[in-house]
T-cell receptor, first 111, second 116 residues
Framework: QKEVEQNSGPLSVPEGAIASLNCTYS??????FFWYRQYSGKSPELIMS????GDKEDGRFTAQLNKASQYVSLLIRDSQPSDSATYLC???????????FGSGTRLSIRP | SAVISQKPSRDICQRGTSLTIQCQVD?????MFWYRQQPGQSLTLIAT?????????ESGFVIDKFPISRPNLTFSTLTVSNMSPEDSSIYLC?????????????FGPGTRLLVL
């Protein structure tokens, strides 16, 4: 069974610090990896997608992928209170395929 | 990214009844999916809505309970049949863009369902 694992949290980080969110997946055939942010009462919003080993940066966000270790992470630099949300890791297999979500990590940025 | 709308945005229903949720996209998309998110939980994929053919259901979900239609490339419906309180959830439509980022899924605003 294909699984995506995340620590449910809550993860509490002081404002201005780096928040580090982690995700592992079970299927070595996975090809595409996503991080979604979900505010309470809202639908998931795509933050980052990554397909190759290494780092991918977009503003304050950096996604890191290590296929050998089946591990993907999201770093949020200069954390802001508005970053407080649930972060969902998702994994897919091919272009336009379905994706499977992890259980999500609740992140809280404390002032 | 595609703009996705869902109707209704929320509803309160009596057990034993059925509700049909509509998903409309502003452009043609390759794939459409239906997810369920129960209170405090992550997203669970119900099925892939296939244009012109029967939907592909995930383990634990069946067509009799969740019939799905997709008559064209921009519209799909999910029906929750013979509802029970356990069906109380948020139902989300998602689509895969046919653009360069074809692997990317975008979500509609969701339909909040409460079954009494």
């Amino acid at each position: 069974q294909k699984e995506v694992e995340q620590n449910s949290g809550p993860l509490s980080v002081p404002e201005g610090a780096i928040a580090s969110l982690n995700c592992t997946y079970s299927d070595r055939g996975s090809q595409s990896f996503f991080w979604y942010r979900q505010y309470s009462g809202k639908s998931p919003e795509l933050i980052m997608s990554i397909y190759s080993n290494g780092d991918k940066e977009d503003g304050r966000f950096t996604a890191q992928l290590n296929k050998a270790s089946q591990y993907v992470s999201l770093l949020i630099r200069d954390s802001q209170p508005s970053d407080s949300a649930t972060y969902l890791c998702a994994v897919g297999w091919s272009s336009a395929s379905k994706i499977i979500f992890g259980s999500g990590t609740r992140l809280s940025i404390r002032p | 990214s595609a703009v996705i709308s869902q109707k209704p945005s929320r509803d309160i229903c009596q057990r034993g009844t059925s509700l049909t949720i509509q998903c409309q996209v502003d452009s043609q998309v390759t794939m459409m999916f239906w997810y369920r998110q129960q209170p405090g939980q992550s997203l669970t994929l119900i099925a892939t809505a296939n244009q012109g053919s029967e939907a592909t259901y995930e383990s634990g979900f069946v067509i009799d309970k969740f019939p799905i239609s997709r008559p064209n490339l921009t519209f799909s419906t999910l029906t929750v049949s013979n509802m029970s309180p356990e069906d109380s959830s948020i139902y989300l439509c998602s689509v895969t863009s046919t653009g360069l980022a074809s692997e990317t899924q975008y979500f509609g605003p969701g339909t909040r369902l409460l079954v009494l």
